[in-house]
């Protein structure tokens, strides 16, 4: 039947959570790194239990942990993030030229290969590399050093790399989305990089069809169909079928279309969810109800998924990075919430449980099916 | 001559050195900021970027430096430290500063 290990993030630390396949009763552990802002940790997909964890403190900086007993014990490994060269500058809020400054991890993202390899989404904007378990870091520069860098300007919750994926059918071929930049490609393993963001339109920049500046907020694919690629951008949810060469919106019927997750089924590309969220003013759900959007036909036409979930007096929010999918035959679904719930589906969306209610505010979600 | 220095960390540093919230370090030489937090980050490496910036060596911003009653943050971090920080009889207190939740 096989177990699931959920890796939650939250503002105060790091909760571990496990169950059997039927995914009904649920055993925490934590929190790790107590007060700590952990934005991310993830798992190496060829060892589960090699995890690493991205925590972080406005006061003390930047720190990696990994773990190489699924979360029992952690050690820190380098925080030692340069940018290779001569940093440069990047557009303010105002404008005005802005030096390049290390400021978080927000995403880790292992290897599909290789337990030792691993990339670092960086605030300010940049790819980190890592092939010795997080010991030492490698920038790829060439995607700051885009040609696109210097106009580069940050969303309100800063210039953030916040989605990587790698492509599990071609190893040289990586995504990642920036916010306020947009998503950029590389198809050489990370030594170059094209924007692609040709689609998406963006009313609030200058220039609404722009190369750069589309506030993207995350990003998914299947892993059977890399050149499909999801998206949910500040406003609109998009899709791309030429692996980001050009997109299409997919918001179809949703009651807003702004919102920060998108995640696909693990058995069938063509069916996505999404958290429809008010407006970027009013970060919560629309009519204090909480509810999972759900496409089975690859976007457009959309049902709501509320079985389970609060349908009222709800004004959690559903971060970029808070959800997730097993790979048990009977998809299940995590996600979790700015008020510290962590809710699951053990049928693809069907029905939902909330399996804790009261974690500090989640800020990711990652789930790994284990034998 | 070998001079133990008494350092207290704020509780975040202590979780991730594995310390309590006095340790000691054993340094030769002048006693500045500088050398307490080189032998500090030789013994607990895991600390290094935590309370100063691991390239320019500069105070993370929140970061401040107590000592006998001073605020110690301003000065040169090559200033030799108080007299009673020298003798251990004082520590020297690194302090996340209070703001926020």
């Not at chain 1, 995403?107 to 030792?116: F, K, N, R």
């Not at chain 1, 800063?158 to 040289?172: A, E, K, R, S």
């Not at chain 1, 689609?199 to 998914?220: F, K, R, T």
């Not at chain 1, 009977?330 to 939902?352: E, K, M, P, R, V």
Request: charged letters at 20%; hydrophobic letters at 35%; one cysteine or more.
């Amino acid at each position: 039947m096989g177990k699931v290990r959920l890796l939650v993030g939250t503002r105060k630390g790091a909760f571990i959570l496990t169950s059997d396949g039927t995914r009904k009763d649920w055993t925490v552990s934590g929190p790790h790194f107590a007060g700590w802002e952990i934005y991310h940790l993830k798992g190496s997909p060829v060892d589960p239990d090699r995890l690493y964890a991205s925590q972080s403190s406005g006061w003390f900086g930047q720190v990696v942990q990994r773990s190489n007993d699924g979360g029992l014990t952690w050690e820190a490994v380098s925080n030692n993030f340069v940018y290779e060269g001569v940093a440069g500058t990047h557009q303010w809020y105002d404008g005005t030229p802005h030096p390049w400054e290390f400021k978080r991890v927000w995403h880790l993202e292992p290897s599909l290969t290789c337990p030792d390899t691993l990339y670092a989404g960086a605030e300010d904007a940049a790819l980190f590399r890592s092939v010795d378990a997080g010991a030492s870091w490698t920038e790829l520069a060439g995607l700051r050093t885009h040609g696109t860098g210097p106009a580069w300007q940050p969303g309100a919750g800063g210039m953030c790399l916040h989605t990587i994926l790698l492509d599990p059918l071609n190893p040289q071929r990586i995504f990642i989305a920036i916010s306020a930049a947009g998503a950029f490609r590389t198809d050489d393993g990370g030594q170059s990089w094209k924007p692609i963001n040709r689609g998406l339109h963006s009313l609030y920049i200058p220039d609404p069809a722009a190369e750069v500046g589309h506030c993207v907020h995350h990003m998914a694919l299947h892993p059977s169909r890399p050149e499909t690629l999801y998206m949910q951008k500040h406003w609109d949810v998009m899709r791309s079928d030429d692996a980001g060469d050009s997109w299409r919106e997919i918001s179809g019927n949703l009651p807003t279309d702004f919102g920060f997750v998108v995640d696909v089924h693990a058995h069938e590309p063509e069916t996505l969810y999404v958290v429809p969220i008010k407006s970027d003013s009013e970060h919560f759900p629309l009519d204090g109800q909480l509810r999972v959007y759900r496409s089975v036909s690859g976007g457009d036409e959309w049902e709501p998924l509320t079985k389970g979930l609060p349908q009222s007096n709800c004004y959690v929010n559903v971060l970029r990075d808070a959800m997730a999918v097993d790979t048990l035959d009977d998809c299940g679904i995590y996600f979790g919430t700015t008020g510290g719930q962590l809710y699951a589906s053990a049928d693809s969306g069907d029905n939902w449980q909330a399996i804790v209610r009261d974690l500090p505010a989640v800020l990711s979600v990652e789930v790994q099916t284990l034998p | 001559m070998t001079s133990c220095v008494r350092v207290e960390l704020p509780a975040h540093l202590r979780l991730l050195a594995g310390v309590g919230q006095e340790i000691v370090v054993s340094l030769t030489g002048p006693v500045t900021q500088r050398t307490v937090l080189d032998a500090l980050e030789a013994d607990h490496p895991m600390l290094k970027g935590t309370i100063r910036d691991r390239t320019s060596k500069l105070r993370r911003p929140f970061i401040r430096f107590f000592a006998c009653e001073e605020d110690l943050s301003h000065l040169s971090p090559d200033d030799t430290l108080p007299v009673a920080v020298i003798d251990g009889q004082e520590p020297l207190l690194v302090v996340g500063a209070i703001a926020g939740g």
